[in-house]
């Protein structure tokens, strides 16, 4: 049966549990002052599950939700080794774009926006989906050839994406110094309407929401110590929390894949790096647009409560610590006093770091690995969370009927060995 | 900061070094097998604890030399050369102090 554009099949299991989000529950709820049911449960382990999915961030909780609902497998296991949201999910930038370089990438990447799109109405919960355009700014010829390139591939895969001019950029953007004697001159930009930003947090909680209702067991504060690997299939999974015996696991970590792949003996071809992000002062509304430079390793947006947010590219060696480092501070702070000269009184709360596996071509793995039962969603970069539902629909479509869905099939572990890469490095680098 | 000790200009800021990466060792290409060429190309441990790797002082002496970084916590230690020894990949390997990089 055909999926519909929000993921579900039509007549398929709806979220019955918790009580429905509505403006009427919202005024009953003010009038009775009556607690809110919590939205997800919590459940006393089981000794097994018919799946486990290791990582409770969007890219696990979507897959489980998806299991769920799209394929009515609900005995599967979420598992956290903290709070969920803990990890990548809650560290991102928040920004989602489709305007990628290569066809594989621009499919994959739109189907996720168009999940996301319907995401409020699908989860009944508020995402806070931004549609606010995105621009990546050109500051040489090189980057502008690159950018007239990712258009032309957008077009043709129905993805509104175009380049324009430094006049059309200072209309967009006021604040933005678009004149030739800037350092690094904007020469023009690629502009992706459809592109924005979105709550991460509310991803993840609906996610979880969504999935808890249908039947899947979230179990945060649960760290996987090993993984049962036996006549290459994988029968269990061991967890701080006590042993699960399960024939399929999910690897849907970031940061730390390669330690959990380890503990299935599938190599991965994966480095980790942090990645700074730092946020403002609240201030009075005035960038309506996603605003990147790879040129000047920053992309910036403005919440809906006035903040700054600020990402930038990967720091320069790899790394598991999350510390945040000044050296990436006073980066930022140049390089975006570079772009918009107006902030240079804008005051920074604070900086924080994620975790980001790199591959070598900037593209995830997604699908099975030599190991019968133990799939891989990885490999996420600083690219993940804006892939979240695409990979969860895929990955649950993948453990739901044992084939590879077309949509991944180029992201799979063994394009490595077969030197059949997925090179996303001049769309993914910085930019995002 | 972290201190990264230079086997020839001594303990530095490492925002003057470039990091190359994982020690690793370079098969023989007229011998090795695509995956084992592949492997070399892609594969890396990416351990969360003591890693020996190449460090590039880009911003001084210009040179290559190894530690030992722990990637948690980033503490450095100088490497043990019996572990790592003429493991820099690529035409860089003549280049490799071997002993001194214990800095």
């Known amino acids: ?432 | 900061m972290i201190l990264l000790p230079c086997a020839w200009c001594g303990p530095r800021d490492a925002a003057e070094f470039q990091h190359v990466g994982e020690a690793v060792t370079r098969p023989d290409p007229r011998t090795a097998t695509q995956a084992q060429w592949r492997a070399y190309l892609y594969l890396r441990a990416n351990p969360c604890g003591w890693t020996a790797e190449t460090w590039y002082h880009r911003m001084g002496c210009r040179r290559f030399f190894k530690v030992e970084r722990h990637t948690e916590t980033n503490e450095i230690r100088p490497a043990r050369v019996a572990a790592v020894a003429g493991q820099v990949p690529g035409a860089v390997a003549g280049q490799v102090p071997g002993a001194e990089a214990a800095g």
């Open chain 1, 1 to 432: 049966m055909q999926a519909s554009a929000n993921g579900h099949r039509p007549g398929g299991r709806r979220a019955r549990y918790p009580a429905k989000y509505s403006a009427f529950g919202l005024l009953r709820h003010g009038l009775t002052h009556q607690e809110w049911p919590p939205a997800w449960r919590s459940h006393p382990m089981k000794r097994s599950y018919d799946a486990v999915i290791i990582g409770g961030g969007v890219h696990g909780l979507a897959a489980a939700y998806y299991l769920a609902a799209n394929h009515g497998i609900t005995d599967v296991a979420v598992l956290d080794k903290g709070y969920l949201g803990s990890g990548g999910s809650g560290r991102n930038t928040a920004i989602l774009r489709s305007n990628y370089l290569t066809p594989e990438g621009v499919r994959f990447y739109d189907r996720s926006i168009k999940l996301y799109q319907r995401l409020a109405a699908d989860l009944d919960f508020n995402v806070m989906f931004s549609q606010r355009g995105h621009l990546t700014l050109a500051h040489s010829d090189a980057s502008l050839r690159t950018m007239r390139w990712r258009a032309e591939v957008n077009k043709i895969e129905r993805v509104d994406s175009d380049v324009i001019g430094p006049a059309e950029v200072k209309r967009l953007v006021p604040f933005l110094d678009v004149s030739p004697a800037a350092r690094y001159p904007v020469l023009g930009a690629l502009w992706h309407p459809p592109g924005g930003i979105i709550r991460h947090d509310a991803v993840v909680w609906g996610y979880a929401r969504g999935a808890s209702a249908l039947g899947v067991h979230l179990h945060q504060n649960t760290e996987v110590t090993g993984i049962d690997v036996t006549g290459g299939q994988v029968r269990g999974v061991r967890t701080s929390q006590g042993d699960i015996a399960t024939p399929v696991v999910l690897n849907a970590t970031a940061g730390w894949c390669t330690l959990i792949s380890d503990m299935a003996g599938v190599a991965m071809p994966v480095q980790t790096f942090p990645l700074q992000a730092a946020v403002t002062e609240p201030v009075k509304p005035f960038l309506s647009t996603v605003v990147v430079s790879g040129t000047l390793h920053v992309y910036v947006s403005q919440t809906d409560r006035g903040e700054l947010v600020f990402g930038a590219s990967v720091d320069p060696f790899t790394s598991y610590s999350m510390r945040g480092s000044l050296e990436f501070i006073e980066g930022l702070a140049g390089h975006v006093l570079e772009l918009m000269p107006a902030l240079n009184k804008v005051r920074v709360l604070r900086q924080w770091a994620g975790l980001c596996d790199m591959t070598p071509d900037f593209s995830p793995i997604m699908g099975r690995t030599p190991v019968e039962g133990f799939l891989t969603d990885v490999g996420w970069g600083t690219y993940g969370f804006k892939a979240g539902p695409v990979a969860g629909e895929a990955m649950a479509e993948c453990i739901a009927t044992g084939r590879t869905p077309e949509i991944i099939a180029a992201f799979g572990l063994d394009r490595f060995a077969a030197g059949a890469l997925v090179g996303e490095k001049g769309a993914a680098a910085v930019g995002h």
